[in-house]
């Protein structure tokens, strides 16, 4: 009986230890849920705090600001009516532009003593033209006016002299003689080829030649001049196919 009780009390006492040990476990395990639950709610509310701080400094920010606006700026008066007539303010006028003023032309720089000389060389070279009237299909005034183209030509070449007069007076080029009448009407049409000549050197186009550019000679028949473009052969001579600007006054004349 006694050692019948004796293991009973042994088999107990393994069985308590064995139980005890389970507990244990348990609880050790129960720890480390718990420990692992604690650390989880800290990396949870480690993530969450950034965004809250940035919220609470964002807050401040601006209650800041707008205190310190509403320092600085100063409120605006408060606006009372008008009263009494109403003040009209006429607007100042407008500055009128000044108008840009257009180059003046320079004058023609041939004097009236050249022109007198011109209008002596055309007196003997082809003044009788006018007693043969409309000829070659223009008039006798567009042949007269070549005379003076003719000289004109020779002026604007680097080959002759650079004035007219020397032009017109160089030996044996033009029938230049001294006491040689200046008639009024010569006169004109000479001032007339000039200045359609200074016309043509400053731009203009379509000027009324009644000669090209680049006949330098002429001679005469006893009745009417034939101008051509060298002095020897072969030359061109001239055909009269340019417009006539003195057609009809040379049938008013």
Same mark, same amino acid.
């Given at each position: ?80 009516? !008008? &009263?009494? /007539? ?8 407008? @500055?009128? +532009? %000044?108008?840009?003023? *257009? ?64 032009? !017109? &007076?160089? /030996? ?8 040689? @009448?200046? +008639? %009024?009407?010569?006169? *004109? ?65």
């Amino acid at each position: 009986m006694g050692e019948n009780r004796n293991e009973l009390l042994r088999v107990a006492r393994r069985q308590a230890k064995v139980i005890i040990a389970q507990w244990v476990t348990i609880l050790v395990l129960i720890a480390a849920i718990i420990v692992l639950a604690v650390n989880l709610s800290k990396v949870e509310a480690a993530a969450l705090e950034p965004e809250e701080t940035v919220e609470l400094i964002d807050e401040e920010v601006v209650a800041e600001t707008a205190v310190m606006e509403a320092a600085i700026v100063p409120k605006a008066p408060a606006v009372r009516p !008008l &009263t009494g /007539p109403r003040v009209v303010i006429p607007e100042a006028p407008l @500055p009128t +532009p %000044e108008p840009t003023p *257009e180059p003046t032309p320079e004058p023609c720089p041939i004097t009236e003593d050249e022109l007198a000389v011109l209008t002596k060389v055309m007196y003997r070279e082809c003044g009788a033209l006018s007693w043969r009237g409309t000829q070659f299909g223009v008039s006798y005034k567009a042949r007269q006016a070549a005379v003076a183209w003719c000289a004109f030509n020779r002026l604007d070449d680097p080959n002759y002299p650079d004035t007219l007069t020397a032009v !017109l &007076t160089y /030996p044996y080029a033009f029938a230049y003689i001294t006491d040689t @009448p200046v +008639p %009024e009407d010569l006169f *004109e049409l000479a001032r007339d080829v000039a200045e359609r000549w200074w016309a043509e050197k400053q731009g203009t186009e379509d000027v009324g030649r009644t000669l090209p550019s680049n006949y330098f000679f002429f001679y005469g028949d006893g009745k009417e001049n034939h101008f051509r473009d060298a002095y020897q052969a072969p030359y061109n001579t001239w055909d009269w196919s340019l417009p006539d600007p003195y057609m009809e006054a040379s049938y008013d004349d």
